[in-house]
């Protein structure tokens, strides 16, 4: 349950301000006022301003060891809260403590976690902690209103959380900081959302399935410009012209160096399949960076196919050096294990290979089509759109991928620290 306005909600794929749709309640918190927007923050709150029994908040001197407020009231407040939240969610109605004709509990609409925060001011009497109790809304609405989309109320919580709860208090450090981490190049989106985005943009060269919704659903989160055909499906790239070009990479990579008198180390390449998850090679890092680049300058288009020559040739150049990343081989030292007859690539650093750039350059020309360029082009945009859309069928980033204050302790970290 969350408290909104009745006006006409974003629509997908567009930019999301809360500001306009949601409307929070002030409730006093010590000296303060914070607001609660969601149903399970709400009682979340008046859980946390129950006051503690005298002999745990105000224990007599005589006592020793003096009693644990986190432990004797903090934590069992918090086991009865999610009860609680459990309690209230799971049945789409109830008469009294009863599910209503006969109705089956739905676990997926109950909120996911509950947390505790809290902190012990040496100046307050006995050491007693400031705390709030907290957990993750669920999408529901106040207003009973069918045709608003699940997938847009959290759209506008996320936003919510971060504008009202997120900036204000990352805008008082000197300097300033925000969310994402603008300063550092490397994000453009909160980190752990794009490196699932990257996952995207690599199916996406793999030719493989995004999603598991049907085209016609897909379709609904997208402008017509960047429909989905039945006919294409998920095929950006011929797999079979691939294997044929870095096959060809390989011969003429790995030949000149095998040539050489008298013979140098024996290498051999790490499959590009298992580059991103080998986190011993620097080469994933590279990687992550070419994705990122590519899926940088969509986000930055908001979607829209480029149409100006300059801005074509710049999304170009960024997929030829993803290209280059992914699909040119690239070598280690063979590293033998005596103790159990095997070998493994020695990770420390890359083979430098004379004829890479050549090589490079002749897989380019061979992959990088008219068709390739178009489809590589309109799938990188519709990730925008479905990932602005949280699509809960996206293979990687979606919906119930954590975006920004999602989690439990967003509003209890923030309001705490602060009393």
Known sequence: MIRM???PMPQPGEPVSSKPQLDPIPVTFGVGKIPIVDGPAALAYIFSVAQPPTYLSNPPADINPKPSLVRQWVLPLLAALSRCIYLAYIYEEIRGTEPYGGNKGNVMVVPLMSCAMWFVDDGQPAGLPHYLLGSTYVTGSNLGVAGVDALQKRRL??????????DPPLASFDPPRVVPPTTDPQFFMAPTL???VEKLLLGVLR????ANADTGDLNRLLPETLALSLVETWA?????IVSAAVDVADKAMREPYEAIKPPLPPIDALPRDMILDNKKA???TTLRQALSSVMRIVWGNLGVLPTQQDDINKLEAAFKELFSVYYVPHYYLVKPDPATQTSDLDFTAEVPIPTRLAAAEVLWTALWTTATRDNM???AHRIYWWVSAEEESLKF???MKSRFGRCAETHPVLIVTQA
């Open 194 to 196: 794009q490196e699932e």
């Open 377 to 379: 082009f309109q799938m």
């Open 397 to 399: 980033a979606s919906g």
């Open 207 to 210: 030719s493989e399935a995004l």
């Open 282 to 284: 620097a080469l994933r």
């Open 236 to 240: 950006t790239i011929d797999q079979t």
């Open 157 to 166: 919580m996320n936003a919510w959380r971060k504008e009202t709860l997120l």
């Open 5 to 7: 306005k009745s006006i």
